[in-house]
């Protein structure tokens, strides 16, 4: 095998295993920083023995070996040094004697300890509230994402040191704070669960529909989201919103295919070519809601995915159940009150009853300081102005919501549609 092909390989398999080794470290080391330097050192070590060796027969088993004994290397030091201040006569072979087996039982308990409690141990400390969303974010993808930090700015559209120094950041703040590498106390299981929940979902958000730059989409963001739900799904099996979230994740992804043009311009849910929604997303986006529904009282991640099930389960456009959509949307507003979710309801109102219900409840809205920005509430209410055949209020309207659009393709969406409801 070339060197390239090794290196190739290794970049593959470290992608896939870097966020259990950083685990298994942290849990010895009880520092995140140094564990994802340690792990790093195992990535340095399989770059300069592996192209000469070959690749090991279980290349991960290789690597988080390798990290842990860097791991108990470190804490022998460390320990031996603290000891030999405490008691500096003491005779060295002795201390060695007794430092030793701590470690040798530490390890074995380590190797015992079922890789997923390690998992989510790094999940819920990359997500701990002390931090900032933005350096939540950053440091979930950096140790669980397997991003670099070069592929994490380039996917937010930030400049790669402000990226850097948010991972810093967020490393030392849980230091200083003293965040334990623990699952949270069942108190606060809930919260804890909903601030991980919640970051997911973001960097899925901003891969499903950027907030900027000259892309619709960024696949690279909501392929990570996805597979870090599924694993928080498979780590928390029992918790009723991470299998909603998996499943809202899975049927949003599904249309990912269909939602730009070869020229890579939106198309609208109901301009959508249905055939090229993704069958086995559905599958398994359906699947995931099903067992949440069976776990307890549907909460916003499962009252998403259900709206979400609704459109993927319609072969056509025409066949959407939107009086279905808008009592889901109703109850969602019950459980997780927002006006960007009363701007949905209004939207699936306007299309179960006509386009004066929906733009009745959109004016309702109109005065909402929350969505003073939110370019699509004139784009909503545009849209209904237009089927009303009010269309020089829905140009306007159009125009509006462009104004306020900072994605390069939204934007030219938006005029286009004002374009269209000009008259000439």
């Not at 003491?90 to 300890?113: G, S, T």
């Not at 090229?276 to 986006?285: A, K, N, P, Q, S």
């Not at 259900?306 to 959407?320: K, Q, S």
């Not at 269309?391 to 309207?397: I, K, M, P």
């Amino acid at each position: 095998m070339t060197r390239g092909a090794v290196d190739q390989a290794i970049g593959a398999v470290w992608r896939i295993e870097s966020a259990k080794i950083v685990a298994g470290v942290a849990r010895l080391v009880r520092d995140i920083g140094l564990a994802e330097e340690l792990a790093g050192d195992a990535l340095v070590a399989a770059l300069e023995n592996w192209p000469a060796s070959g690749i090991p027969d279980n290349p991960g088993a290789w690597l988080m070996r390798t990290a842990k004994n860097a791991a108990l290397d470190h804490l022998r030091r460390q320990k031996s040094y603290q000891e030999k201040c405490a008691q500096i006569g003491q005779d060295l072979e002795a201390l060695e004697a007794h430092i030793v087996p701590d470690f040798v039982d530490e390890l074995d308990a380590a190797r015992n300890d079922p890789i997923q409690d390690d998992l989510l141990r790094l999940i819920f400390t990359a997500c701990h509230p002390v931090l900032s969303t933005e350096a939540r974010v950053a440091l979930t993808l950096k140790l669980l994402g397997g991003l670099s930090t070069e592929e994490i700015a380039r996917a937010f559209l930030v400049p790669e040191p402000t990226v850097a120094q948010r991972i810093v950041r967020a490393k030392r703040t849980l230091g200083h704070a003293r965040v334990p590498f623990e699952l949270p106390p069942a108190a606060e299981l809930e919260e804890r669960l909903g601030s991980v929940l919640e970051v997911v979902y973001l960097i899925f958000n901003e891969g499903y529909t950027a907030t900027s730059g000259g892309d619709w989409m960024r696949p690279a963001l909501q392929d990570e989201a996805l597979r870090l739900g599924r694993m928080l799904a498979q780590l928390a099996p029992r918790e009723p919103e991470a299998q909603g979230l998996a499943a809202l994740m899975e049927l949003q992804a599904s249309r990912a295919a269909a939602r730009v043009d070869r020229e890579g311009r939106p198309v609208l849910l109901l301009e959508q070519d249905r055939l090229r929604w993704d069958g086995i997303l559905i599958r398994r986006g359906l699947a995931a809601l099903a067992r949440a529904e069976l776990l307890g009282p549907p909460g916003p991640y499962t009252l998403q995915a259900a709206i979400a099930a609704c459109h993927a389960r319609a072969r056509t456009a025409e066949e959407t159940d939107w009086r279905r959509i808008a009592a889901l949307y109703g109850e969602l507003a019950r459980v997780s009150p927002s006006p960007v979710v009363e701007l949905n309801r209004a939207v699936a109102v306007g299309m179960a009853e006509g386009p004066e219900a929906g733009l009745a409840l959109v004016d309702a809205l109109a005065g909402d300081a929350a969505l003073a920005r939110y370019q699509w509430l004139p784009a909503v209410r545009g849209d209904m102005l237009e089927k009303l055949g009010r269309r020089d209020e829905a140009a306007a309207e159009f125009l509006r919501a462009a104004g306020m659009a900072s994605n390069a393709r939204e934007k030219v969406l938006l005029e286009e549609r004002a374009r269209t409801n000009t008259h000439n």
